[in-house]
Structures are given as C-alpha cells and as structure tokens.
C-alpha cells in the first residue's frame, strides 16, 4: 500500500488566471493515480504573505522545479503529506518560499494531497479532513472596487451570504442579488460606468455610501421574493487605502477613530454580519476596538492582517484583535501551515472563511478544504465560471454527504 503511493513521476507547467496572468499547474503521478492541482494569484496581498512568484515570474518557477524539486520528489512517500510540505521547505530554502514561489510549492502541495485521495478512491475533503459533515455557507462579492478593479468603490468588496435550505439554494439566491444589483445599476447609471471586476462583482461609477445602500436593498427585495435570509458583509481591505495614518476614500478622509466608527455602524447601524479587515493590517489595536464594539452581533475576519500564519493569528488570539479568520493556502504556500492556522483559530472559537484569490483558476481544491477544514463560510464570488467551479463542486458534495 505505502509503496502505491510513491512519487514516481511529476510536472510543472504554466497556465493562466482567470486575469490572463501566468500561474502555475502542477501533476504528480503515483503508481494507480494522478493529482493535478494550480495555485491563484491575490491583488490585494498582505504585506506577511509568501510571494506567490521569485523574480523572474511564473517561468522562474518553472525553471526552480525542474532544476531542484522534479528530482528530489521523485521517490517520496505522497502519504507523508506533512513530510512532503516540509521537504519543499528544505528544496526552497527561505522561510517564505522566495525561491520557488508559494504558487509552485500551493500546487504541489495540493496536487500531493489529490494524488493519494484519487488512488485511495476517496474525495480530497475526506482525505484531508476525515468525516466532513457539512457544507459552508457561501459569500459572494456583488459590488466593489478596490484594487479589483479601476473607477470602483474604495471599499474592495461588499458581499452576500443567502442562507438558504441546501448549499445549491443559497447559491442561487446569491446570483439573484447579483443580477438585482446589475438592473439598479443599470437604471440609476443608465448603462454609463458600469462594468465588473476580477470576480465579477459590479463595478460602478458611485460613491460607498451608494453602494453599501443599493446592496441593502437588493438584499431585502430577493430576501422578500425568495423567503430566504440574506445577510450583507463587507471586505473593505482597508490597508489598500491606508496612507499616512489616514484611510483615503474617493470622497473623503477618515482618521483611524472615524474608520472604527465606521465599521462598527456597519454592523450595529447597518445589520452589516461580517466585516473583513476593516483596518490597516498592522494595527492589531484597531481591529481589536472594532471586535469588542460588536461583541457576537458580527463576525470581524482578518485576512491580510494574518495572513494564514499561525504564529500572526496567535498574535491575534492574545489581542483579541478578532473572531474569525480568512484562510487561503497560497499566502502560506502548504497545505501543512494552511492546517495549523485553521487549528489554532479553532482552539481559540474562531471561525473560519476560506477564501478564493481575485485571480483565480477552475481547481475546486478550496470547496473540499472548506468541508475538511469545516468553515463556516466559503468566499468564492457569486458567478464567473472560476467561481462555480468551487460552489458547484459543494453542490455536488453536499449531495455526497447526504447519501
Ligand atoms: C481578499 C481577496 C479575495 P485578493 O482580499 O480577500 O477576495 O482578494 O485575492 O486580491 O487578495
Ligand atoms: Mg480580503
């Protein structure tokens, strides 16, 4: 059995991001079966997380595995994933993957896990994560802007989560309030600046102010029309319009009291369920003021202030700088590191939100992990077929878990 699951065979190739960027693609082939798995790209990166490239881009990576992993792989045992991560750690070299680049190391990662799940004839979530027994709930971005996208909101992404009687229901109900979003639009701005973003969230020519009331009110009306609960959230990534002590918005400035003001109003004013990063990532402070305003009346993420990093979010624990995580593999770049965060929030109460990239590519690796790791939420946009591969794939595996 173990000797099944050696290492005989793998590859290294470039495909692209749903931008048209360069990511990677990789293959592993063990004696009965194969694990194929690509890495996404952020835009909106924390300053702590792997880069997902050396200099030299995609191509560099490529030219690192055949010159110094194809070889070292070759042999391993794939049911050692936690052996497998750390000999990618030891064939790279640094501590945050600058030399192969933490989108090479997320692709051979998962495509290890997969390998042995397909020749054990069991799905990657029960491989990773044992018995799942449900299926996140999902939130998807309608409006937004930020560094997804030119002439936006400030504020990168508002997003929806429908609560609906089966994963495929909430999906559903998620598009409606996308598709809603896209005719108030298009009355009020009278097709004039309307456009979409790397996840296809709307992108329009208003102020936040608008936006954040234009959501509110798609979300009643589909909620009315539906009779399904639909509960409205944001990630305002708020480090990407952080500027001398200041947050920069299209029509004003606000200070870091106002910018916590804010966020709580959000939440007690507004019905706003979950705010991610609503602050600077370096201020642990300001997080931590926001999370003790809201008490259990929101779920506060962090997602660049963490990064994935069980040591970041240890830091969080202690100062209690939030309740929740976001959690996406490649800003750690293994599968292993991507375990330990999940755990260590867990330990603490903390929920989890797995979240896509802003580049993305059609693996649905993230709906098995959302199932293993039993998030509570799974961020993968509303629509765009990069997006469904994920949601789809947990519309197929909530059926599984029900059979
Ligand atoms: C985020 C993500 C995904 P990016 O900030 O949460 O929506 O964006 O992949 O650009 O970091
Ligand atoms: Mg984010």
Not at 84 to 102: V, W, Y
Not at 341 to 370: C, P, Q
């Amino acid at each position: 059995m173990v000797d099944d699951f050696e290492i005989l065979a793998s590859n290294a190739r470039i495909i692209l991001d749903s931008r048209g960027n360069p990511t990677v693609e990789c293959d592993i082939f063990t004696s009965y079966s194969m694990g194929r798995s690509s890495a996404p790209s952020g835009a909106s990166t924390g300053k702590t997380e792997v880069s997902a490239f050396p200099k030299g881009g995609a191509a560099a990576s490529i030219e690192f595995f055949n010159k110094n992993v194809k070889k070292a792989i070759t042999g391993f045992n794939a049911l050692d994933q936690k052996g497998f991560d750390e000999l990618l750690r030891e064939i790279d070299g640094t501590d945050n993957f600058s030399a192969m680049g933490g989108n090479l190391s997320t692709a051979l990662s998962i495509a290890c896990a997969k390998a042995v799940s397909n020749g054990m004839g069991i799905p990657l979530y029960r491989y990773v994560g044992g018995m799942g027994i449900s299926v996140p709930e999902p939130l998807g971005n309608v409006i937004g802007g930020g560094q997804h996208a030119r002439n936006g909101t400030t504020i990168q992404e508002l997003l929806v989560s429908a609560e609906g009687k089966t994963f495929l229901e909430s999906i559903t109900v998620n598009s409606k309030v996308h598709r809603r979003i896209g005719e108030i639009l298009q009355d009020r701005l009278k097709g004039q600046g309307i456009g979409v973003g790397d996840e296809r969230a709307w992108v329009a020519a208003i102020k936040d102010e608008e936006a954040i009331d234009i959501v509110l009110r798609a979300a009643k009306e589909i909620s009315s029309e539906t009779k399904v609960k639909i509960r409205v959230g944001s990630d305002f990534a708020a480090s990407s319009y952080y500027k001398d002590g200041k947050y920069v918005y299209k029509d004003h400035t606000f200070t870091k009291d106002q910018q916590i003001d804010f966020a709580i109003s959000l939440i007690k004013e507004r019905g706003f369920f979950l705010l991610e990063d609503p602050m600077d990532e370096g201020d642990f402070d300001g997080f931590a003021a926001i999370t003790s305003a809201v008490g259990s009346r929101g779920l506060i993420v962090g997602d660049d202030i963490y990064t994935t990093r069980a040591d970041l979010i240890r830091k969080g624990i202690e100062k209690k700088s939030s309740n929740a995580v976001l959690i996406k593999v490649n800003q750690v770049g293994t599968l292993t590191s991507t375990m330990e965060a999940v755990e260590t929030a867990r330990m603490a109460g903390w929920k989890n939100v797995i979240s896509h990239r802003s580049g993305e590519t059609t693996d649905d690796f993230l709906a098995h992990l959302s199932v293993a790791f039993r998030s509570y939420l799974i961020k993968s946009g509303t629509v765009g077929g990069e997006r469904l591969a994920k949601l789809n794939e947990l519309v197929r595996i909530q059926e599984d878990l029900m059979d």
